[in-house]
């Protein structure tokens, strides 16, 4: 079946440094990516969708310039989070689709900034 | 605005019971409509999905029965066991346009 790997599981980093997460397919071509973002309790957020090698869409109220996406390539998508603060912390979880495969999730980073 | 809207909020059965979480929709031009399960820590899992044109779909023992002049869509889950204690989220998407719009999620809590 379809595979999405996510990296790291888990990070901690300090205030106003960079994070990056990165999202692969290891067996299928992801045409379209998204990223989610999940608060404790509650349902899935979508942030962005990508596609690769255009830029993310973003959805209203997520700043584009704080969570930048890359779709370099059919199997990776990464997500930075820059200038992170306290605020920024939850669980952000990618997901792909390709031709002939529905949504695959990753198993989701936790971030907490510090 | 939540464009799919999801029932119990938690619910909490017995081992060998049947746990039962509906959903419902306004937008008639979702056309799939996927179950995901997911654990504390982990990523959402498809549990299996349905498209409008069939009114139920089993896989073991999981059952998606589809109401589509309610607009309406559940989850049963037969002969629940602790292993399925989880978060449930409905979700659905329209052709051509591959963004999940989905429910505010279950948490099911089976007592052995």
């Known amino acids: 079946g379809a595979v999405v790997s996510q990296h790291p599981s888990w990070v901690i980093c300090k205030s106003g440094t960079s994070v990056k997460i990165e999202c692969r397919s290891l067996d299928f071509q992801a045409t379209t990516m998204f990223w989610y973002r999940q608060f404790p309790k509650q349902s899935l957020m979508l942030m962005a969708t990508?596609?690769?090698?255009?830029?993310?869409?973003?959805e209203q109220g997520v700043e584009k310039d704080k969570f930048l996406i890359n779709h370099a390539s059919l199997t990776l998508s990464t997500l930075t989070v820059t200038s992170a603060h306290p605020e920024d912390s939850s669980f952000y979880i990618c997901?792909?689709?390709?031709?002939?495969?529905?949504?695959?999730f990753g198993s989701g980073t936790r971030l907490t900034v510090v | 605005q939540q464009q799919v809207k999801q029932s119990p909020q938690s619910l909490i059965v017995q081992k060998g019971g049947i746990s039962i979480i509906n959903c419902a929709y306004e937008?008639?031009?979702?056309?799939?409509f996927p179950w995901y399960q997911q654990f504390p820590g982990k990523g959402p899992a498809l549990l299996i999905a349905?498209?409008?044109?069939?009114s139920e779909k089993k896989e073991g023992r999981f059952t998606i029965s589809f109401n589509k002049s309610a607009k309406q869509f559940s989850l049963h889950i037969m002969d629940s066991q602790p292993g399925d204690s989880a978060t449930y989220f409905c979700?659905?998407?329209?052709?051509?346009?591959?963004?999940?719009?989905f429910g505010a999620g279950t948490t099911v809590t089976v007592r052995a």
């Open positions: 997901s792909a689709t390709g031709a002939n495969y529905g949504y695959t």
């Open positions: 349905i498209r409008p044109d069939v």
């Open positions: 979700a659905a998407s329209m052709k051509n346009d591959y963004k999940l719009s």
């Open positions: 990508s596609n690769e090698g255009s830029k993310a869409t973003y």
């Open positions: 937008n008639t031009a979702f056309d799939y």
